[in-house]
């Protein structure tokens, strides 16, 4: 069986949760190899796509009715100038918003070309649908990463605006523009799919699963549901002590840990972070982040370690906290919180998307029902009140029998060789 992993980058969180299901094939004896359009890292049967990009057929009368056009100083291609005006007028704290065409020719690709079975994942600005689904021949297994395949448009379907100031998010009222394009998209992934029967769909969390069954698009095709994984060799329970020596991190603080995003955007609920961290300042407590922190947060009370590009560093520092907040509006199955879970520490998070999927609460963490600032400030007082009802050493031997490589990679073979036997 050999196996083709698709996906446009190879940083980033889908991208991260992609390679680790592709270590996780070849450690099982499976042969895979991961095609990304740009390729950063050297990951082991990795490859950048090099196959030119699609030739457009110029025809006599299309040259002609161009240089008619150019003449009349007219743009044949407005369309795509409209789509990026679009973009640019786009609140920015909004998550993605792709269209589905791109210049590539993934068909062409001889990895493509010798595959048995193509593994889709995050494959926006890669996959040019129309092309691809009009000259697939290989069947098609395809994981979901965010909603971008099935929703025409926003990588998620961001029902929130920003955060009132009551501290509890109001509802967003979508823009003319947005449901222009919306509606456009509509038809044309209707009349793609409408003639694709080979695609079973893997989503991460049961959240995204139900949403994407839910969709016009994807309703017909078979779904399950696949975890991601994390190596347990990296990512476990470690001495809190040796830890915080380490990071010299003083051994009476009570450490509340959080990831800062790169680019803020609404729907990872940063304000409510913020919010949330100003009503827990004393003297006891020490917050701390990872990642490159923002200018909407207090920097002067956070112990901020910047970005961390080793996982193993990143594992010590999970073990030196006492608990990671989470604070998402809307998730698909954060990374961040299995990480935190196979390291041993609790995890705080709102009761939403695939977070209640890892999070059992008062066993591993904590869940939030209401989402709103007090509340999540609420619930990490609540925490350190009970916090010696949490056992770190069951926390990260729970989450390695549920997310280990190995587990997640034989449920993907066991699909592919369902898929292939149809």
């Known amino acids: 069986m050999k196996i083709l992993i698709v996906n446009t980058y190879d940083r980033g969180g889908a991208a991260n949760a992609c390679i680790r299901l592709h270590e996780g094939l070849l450690e099982i004896g499976l042969s895979s190899k991961l095609l990304v359009l740009h390729k950063s890292r050297n990951i082991t049967h990795s490859y950048q796509f090099d196959t030119p990009k699609k030739k457009a057929k110029k025809t006599i009368f299309s040259r002609v009715l161009n240089r008619f056009l150019s003449i009349l100083r007219i743009n044949r291609n407005s369309k795509t100038t409209l789509f990026q005006k679009f973009l640019e007028q786009r609140?920015?704290?909004l998550d993605m918003f792709s269209s589905y065409s791109s210049v590539y020719d993934i068909t062409e690709s001889p990895f493509y070309k010798e595959a048995d079975i193509v593994n889709l994942h995050w494959v926006a600005g890669f996959l040019d649908y129309k092309s691809f689904f009009?000259?697939?021949?290989?069947?098609?297994?395809?994981t979901l990463h965010d909603m971008h395949p099935f929703s025409?448009?926003?990588?998620y379907e961001e029902w929130y605006s920003k955060m009132g100031d009551q501290g509890r998010p109001e509802k967003r009222i979508w823009s003319k523009d947005e449901e222009r394009w919306i509606a456009k998209f509509k038809i044309e992934n209707a009349l793609i799919f409408n003639k694709v029967q080979n695609i079973t769909v893997v989503t991460p969390s049961k959240w995204l699963g139900i949403a994407s069954q839910n969709s016009l698009l994807f309703s017909r095709y078979r779904h399950q549901c696949i975890p991601y994984s994390l190596n347990r060799r990296v990512f476990k329970n470690l001495n809190k002590e040796f830890c915080r020596k380490i990071l010299d991190i003083p051994l009476d603080k009570k450490v509340v840990l959080f990831v800062a995003e790169y680019f803020v955007?609404?729907?990872?609920?940063?304000?409510?972070?913020?919010?949330?961290l100003e009503e827990l300042q004393s003297e006891e407590l020490m917050l701390c982040n990872v990642g490159q922190i923002h200018t909407t947060l207090n920097k002067s009370y956070i112990t901020n370690f910047g970005v961390i590009a080793d996982d193993r560093l990143l594992a010590i520092i999970y073990n030196a906290a006492d608990v990671f907040v989470i604070p998402s509006l809307m998730?698909?199955?954060p990374n961040t919180i299995l990480e935190s879970l196979m390291c041993g520490t609790p995890v705080i998070g709102f009761d939403i998307g695939g977070v209640p999927d890892m999070i059992k609460h008062k066993k591993n963490g904590m869940l939030v029902q209401d989402i709103s600032a007090q509340e999540l400030a609420k619930s990490i007082k609540n925490f350190f009140e009970s916090s010696e009802n949490y056992n770190s050493t069951e926390i990260s031997e729970d989450a390695q029998a549920s997310y280990d490589l190995k587990v997640q990679a034989n449920r993907y073979y066991n699909l592919y060789e369902s898929v292939l036997e149809k």
């Open 91 to 93: 609140e920015n704290d």
């Open 134 to 142: 009009a000259k697939n021949t290989k069947p098609i297994v395809w």
């Open 152 to 155: 025409n448009g926003p990588h």
């Open 265 to 276: 955007k609404r729907r990872k609920g940063n304000e409510y972070m913020n919010k949330a």
């Open 331 to 333: 998730d698909n199955l």
